[in-house]
């Protein structure tokens, strides 16, 4: 009796054979995808964030002072002459110069032979407690003290944003925070004693430049005389990442 299909044309006789090979191909790419992992790119914005509240802190020196080195000492003559003693030489005597009760004094000092300098005081008197604050240049206009305040208050904001530049070594190792830096305008209306402190020497350096490029002001006046006026801000640096 002969068989009604061909043994060749079995349909099922390899199916095993590619389920397996199917079952290793899905599992395959399921473990690629599992394991495919993705980063993402930061874009890093450069912004800064100025306040400028009277802060009175004391803020340390950074600055380190080098002294030079000594001279070095003379050297000896090569050729040491010896000269004979000779001469006589007369003893000098020290007469005493202490004095006692019964030492009288004849020298007389007239009044009108002295003269009597007058050396002026430098005051230092706080921004916040001023008569006449220091007048920044374009806020002369102003007539009240607290006017003048507002305006150079405004005015330190525009130099500051317009002079400011991020360290660019800073930037690449992600360094930020905050500068605080204190300063003084002089009798004569320059900016002097510049101190920062800060997380790192760029960012103090860079606040510290800022801060110096600051034009000369109409001093500030107390009592009707010119005086020293400390101030102080905060600098923030900060990286914005989109």
């Known amino acids: 009796?002969?068989?009604?299909?061909?043994?060749?044309?079995?349909?099922?006789?390899?199916?095993?054979?590619?389920?397996?090979?199917?079952?290793?191909?899905?599992?395959?790419?399921?473990?690629?995808?599992?394991?495919?992992?993705?980063?993402?790119?930061?874009?890093?914005?450069?912004?800064?964030?100025?306040?400028?509240?009277?802060?009175?802190?004391?803020?340390?020196?950074?600055e380190q002072i080098k002294t030079p080195p000594p001279p070095p000492p003379p050297s000896a003559?090569?050729?040491?002459?010896?000269?004979?003693?000779?001469?006589?030489?007369?003893?000098?005597?020290?007469e005493s110069t202490e004095i006692n009760q019964e030492t009288v004094i004849d020298a007389v000092i007239e009044v009108d032979d002295v003269a009597v300098g007058e050396e002026e005081e430098e005051i230092t008197v706080p921004f916040a407690v001023?008569?006449?604050v220091?007048?920044?240049?374009?806020?002369?206009?102003?007539?009240?003290?607290?006017?003048?305040?507002?305006?150079?208050?405004?005015?330190?904001?525009?130099?500051?944003?317009?002079?400011?530049?991020?360290?660019?070594?800073?930037?690449?190792?992600?360094?930020?925070?905050?500068?605080?830096?204190q300063f003084v305008i002089d009798t004569k209306g320059y900016i002097t004693g510049v101190r920062t402190r800060g997380p790192d020497s760029n960012l103090e350096k860079e606040a510290s430049r800022i801060i110096a490029s600051l034009p000369q002001m109409t001093p500030g006046m107390q009592r009707g005389r010119a005086v020293k006026v400390p101030y102080s801000i905060p600098v923030n640096f900060v990286l914005r990442t989109n």
């Open 130 to 132: 001023i008569e006449n």
């Open 77 to 94: 003559p090569e050729i040491i002459e010896v000269v004979e003693d000779t001469e006589e030489i007369e003893e000098t005597v020290i």
């Open 134 to 181: 220091p007048i920044f240049p374009g806020c002369e206009n102003m007539s009240t003290n607290e006017e003048r305040k507002a305006c150079f208050q405004k005015k330190i904001q525009e130099h500051v944003i317009k002079q400011f530049k991020y360290p660019a070594t800073a930037a690449e190792l992600g360094i930020q925070g905050r500068v605080f830096v």
């Open 1 to 62: 009796m002969r068989p009604k299909k061909n043994p060749k044309a079995d349909l099922n006789k390899d199916s095993g054979l590619f389920f397996v090979i199917g079952l290793t191909i899905v599992l395959f790419l399921t473990w690629r995808a599992l394991e495919y992992k993705t980063y993402e790119t930061d874009d890093y914005v450069v912004e800064a964030m100025n306040v400028v509240d009277d802060i009175k802190e004391n803020v340390p020196q950074t």
